[in-house]
């Protein structure tokens, strides 16, 4: 789970790209990038840390030009750990191409060897992204007739991109020279929008990972990038789209729709905010049809995304809501942070309780997901710290039992703490007096509920169903086992985080 975005305007973009990438601040907290294009040239920087470390009054000078792309990571390929691997990743062949990458290719491994046997190019990163990159790169020089560019050029490589890569992976793309080029694997699984400006010099266009910088950025939502479609805009503003994959099937994340995105956010014709809200009625629904003992003083949420469940919930079982734990506005999500230590200290560091909400009290926690269980234990724990006399939980999401490796950080089957445990055993674990979980036909129901269009759902962490059909036990055996060889270089530390930052002028082919 990545932010990207793309802009292509009539006067500097600077400052919407910097703009885009902090409301995209959610999607990716350990490094962040921005590419810009100003007659033959790119500037480009890139760093760890939030967006506000990584630039700079100095470097936001240096990124001129009226066009770029710009990206914030959140690590799931590659290292966590690693700044050569902060995006936009950049190739000079053909014509010089800038690349930032929302999600995961699930054959980089095979993709890279066949990089390198095949097509003669070399991959210098971990990074499914660079190979990503590449194989657009090679496809695109591969469709050229001779040295022209166009636009059919452009379709027929993204066309073999799908050919050729598997997984999810919503991309934006600057070829120089050109414009922007941006597009969707052929499951939609990771979201893309489009947004345009009608300004006195002309259309000004956008694409972003959620309509949320659409709106901030004061540009009109269009429409979703469909699964499988190509983008294409040139510097002048003119858009062209095709759909370049054979087949598609629209099937999003639905981890976007319990945790990832923005409540803020149209994805896919669905408000986020809104299906939230339908999560709290099913998962009401849940608790008066399986659990009518219970006996609740009160519904408090953990914040934020379970806020409207909670209130939706509270509010179709006609018991009070309230506001329970105070949250620390400068702790980043621990959802997304590297590493299971980190996580556990920065619970309490990121919460706080207000004791007289929960001082004698049977109190219904409502969560949006529960993944690795460490989070809700030490919830649990600071609400009977505070005097709870009961505490249950309810989960808006059913139990994540699976990897997932389409882009979400959850790969390890040993750290899912419903992996090898049912319901009972769960509860037990972090220390709950009761557990309710939401049903994934319910889930399911409340997304489509929003909009009755979409027929399906990348679901797999919940059911162990790979939409993209190619996701095989020895495949995931790899994955963890990658995963657990991936440490923090020795002589990386806060100190000279500096150190990972590049700042690159790169020559583009119209110069050469």
């Known amino acids: 789970m990545c932010g990207i975005l793309g802009v292509v305007a009539t006067s500097p973009v600077n400052q919407l790209l910097y703009d885009g990438l902090q409301v995209l601040q959610h999607r990716g ?78 054959n980089a491994s095979a993709l890279m060897r066949e990089m390198f046997l095949s097509d003669l190019r070399h991959i210098n990163t971990n990074s499914d992204s660079e190979v990503l990159l590449n194989v657009l790169a090679h496809e695109l020089q591969a469709s050229c007739n001779g040295l022209k560019l166009d636009e059919e050029a452009v379709f027929r490589a993204v066309a073999g991109v799908h050919r050729r890569c598997r997984g999810a992976y919503a991309v934006v793309v600057m070829i120089a020279g050109y414009g922007l080029l941006a ?86 014709g669905v408000s986020v905010y809104e299906s939230r809200v339908k999560m709290g009625e099913f998962l009401a629904e849940k608790v008066r049809r399986t659990q009518p003992h219970l006996d609740i003083d009160v519904v408090i949420p953990i914040p934020d995304s379970s806020r409207p469940a909670a209130m939706e919930l509270a509010h179709r079982l006609g018991l009070p809501y309230r506001e329970g734990f105070v949250k620390n506005r400068y702790i980043g999500r621990t959802f ?28 219904l926690l409502v969560d949006d997901s529960i993944v690795r269980g460490t989070t809700s234990k030490e919830i649990v724990t600071m609400a009977r710290e505070a005097g709870a006399a009961k505490v249950y939980l309810a989960s808006a999401a ?44 319910d889930l399911k129901a409340a997304v489509r509920a929003v909009n009755p269009a979409i027929s399906f759902f990348e679901t797999s962490c919940f059911d162990g169903s790979y939409i993209t059909g190619d996701i095989t036990a020895e495949y995931l055996d790899g994955v963890e086992n990658q995963r657990g060889e991936v440490k923090p270089a020795a002589s990386e530390s806060s100190d000279d985080a500096d150190d990972g930052q590049l700042d690159l002028n790169l020559a583009s082919s119209s110069e050469l």
């Open 29 to 106: 907290q350990d490094a962040a990038g921005i590419t810009t294009a100003e007659g033959g040239r790119f500037h480009m920087h890139k760093g760890s840390g939030l967006v506000r470390d990584v630039f700079r009054t100095r470097n936001m000078r240096n990124l001129a030009g009226n066009w770029g792309i710009a990206h914030v990571r959140y690590p799931t390929a590659g290292s966590a750990y690693n700044a050569a691997e902060a995006q936009p990743f950049y190739v000079n062949s053909p014509f010089g191409l800038l690349l930032a990458h929302n999600g995961n290719l699930t």
């Open 183 to 268: 597009f969707r694997d052929p499951y939609g699984i990771r979201p893309l929008v489009i947004g345009r400006n009608d300004a006195a010099a002309g259309p000004e266009w956008l694409v972003a990972s959620e309509s949320v910088a659409v709106d901030v950025l004061g540009f009109k939502l269009l429409r979703d990038v469909a699964p499988g479609e190509a983008v294409l805009i040139d510097t002048s503003g003119n858009f062209h789209s095709r759909q370049c994959a054979a087949r598609t099937v629209e099937a999003p994340c639905m981890f976007e729709f319990v945790y990832l995105a923005r409540p803020d956010s149209i994805i896919d």
């Open 336 to 363: 997304i942070m590297p590493g299971q230590a980190t996580r556990r200290k920065s619970v309490r560091q990121k919460l706080n309780t207000i004791p007289q909400e929960f001082r004698g009290k049977r109190v």
């Open 398 to 441: 059913p139990p994540v039992r699976h990897a997932n490796v389409y882009g979400i950080d959850m790969p390890t089957r040993s750290e899912l703490i419903a992996s090898d445990r049912n319901e009972a055993e769960i509860c037990a674990a972090i220390g709950a007096d009761g557990l309710i979980y939401q049903d994934l036909d």
